[in-house]
């Protein structure tokens, strides 16, 4: 991710970078749209009606994005799995980090199958530049996040926009309740969209949650941080932006039931910064791995747990 980066390091310019942050606000500017231009159609790609029932109902949903500046033609885009229609289901909100791909679907997939074997409906985000919102002849992520922070900021709103109006269009179909997994990147915009959206329960895998700290405090990624300030953006600066788009500069409404797996070893988050927050959050359902952020999908525990976390979910009902 620092490669990319640095291949095409345009960080855009301090002043407008600051004019866009102060003139920000999370409720307005990522306030639901195009509710009446959802488009649903059959869906074939990520099929599991093998893995569960020739009666799987298999779909997806697009609807317009703010992206399209960005990303020529780009679309909303969400995979669905239903056992039944919306109206008085569960429903599952699903939302995958950086690099979600069609390799990483042999072990996501687990967690679908678990989850619609415990009767959930399940609904897939496909985040900007990956799988169907790719940039021609890019890889999945590329793009995603670079060193210009206003567009780094416009593609996490936009996540959020989009989130809040599937959770929108959810709720008109009649479903009973709303749930939601999120993975490392995702996870940071699911937990900023708890703001505006009463989750039944949450899983949070490997959650970003403090991007001021992985962009200053991270061996990483600090390179970055020193060339940007070689182009005229101070720590305030830049500092002001990535607090803008990270969960712990925000009062989240998380339910009783949220559990976070999380690895010991992770080279994006910090785990003194994510022990802070799981305290903070008053967060008492956690488990950890001895993996790092890149391997925690092939640990058997992680699969195991959440279908614990499902079915205790179920039995405390």
């Known amino acids: 991710m620092k490669e990319e980066i640095f291949s095409d390091f345009d960080a855009g ?11 920000l606000n999370i409720e307005k500017d990522t306030k639901p749209l195009f509710t009446d231009k959802i488009n649903i159609r059959k869906r074939q ?7 569960i029932s020739d009666s799987l109902i298999e779909e997806v949903i697009t609807f317009p994005s703010l992206l399209s500046d960005f990303i020529p033609g780009d679309s909303a885009i969400f995979y ?30 687990k967690l679908f199958i ?6 959930y409906n399940v609904v897939v985000y496909i985040p900007p530049y990956h799988l169907g919102r790719k940039l021609p002849e890019k890889d999945d992520g590329d793009g995603f996040f670079t060193a210009d922070m206003q567009k780094n900021l416009k ?28 993975g490392s990147m995702g996870a940071s915009t699911l937990l900023l969209s708890t703001k505006f959206t009463n989750y039944e329960h949450i899983c949070l895998m490997i959650p970003v949650v403090d991007w001021d700290d992985i962009i200053f405090n991270n061996q990483h990624f600090k ?8 182009y005229g953006f101070n720590r305030n600066n830049t500092g002001n932006a990535l607090q803008k788009m990270s969960p712990v500069s925000y009062t989240l409404n998380l339910p009783e039931n949220t559990f976070v797996q999380y690895a010991k ?11 802070r927050f799981i305290e903070e959050c008053k967060i008492t359902n956690v488990e950890s791995y001895k993996t790092s952020h890149a391997t925690i999908l092939l640990s058997s525990k992680l699969y195991n747990d959440y279908a614990a976390f499902l079915d205790s979910v179920s039995t405390n009902r």
């Open 13 to 23: 310019k301090p002043e407008l970078l600051k004019q866009f942050v102060d003139s």
């Open 45 to 51: 790609k990520w099929s599991l009606a093998d893995k």
């Open 80 to 109: 669905v799995y239903r056992l039944s229609d919306f109206k008085d289901s569960k429903t599952i909100l699903w939302i995958p980090g950086f690099g979600v791909s069609d390799k990483a679907f042999y072990f996501i997939k």
């Open 114 to 119: 678990e989850e619609l074997k415990q009767g």
């Open 155 to 182: 593609i996490n709103f936009e996540e959020l926009r989009e989130i809040r109006t599937m959770n929108h269009y959810l709720q008109k179909q009649g479903v009973a309740e709303i749930s939601a997994w999120g």
């Open 223 to 230: 390179p970055i941080a020193d060339s940007l300030e070689v």
């Open 265 to 275: 070893y992770d080279q994006l988050n910090a785990e003194n910064t994510m022990m």
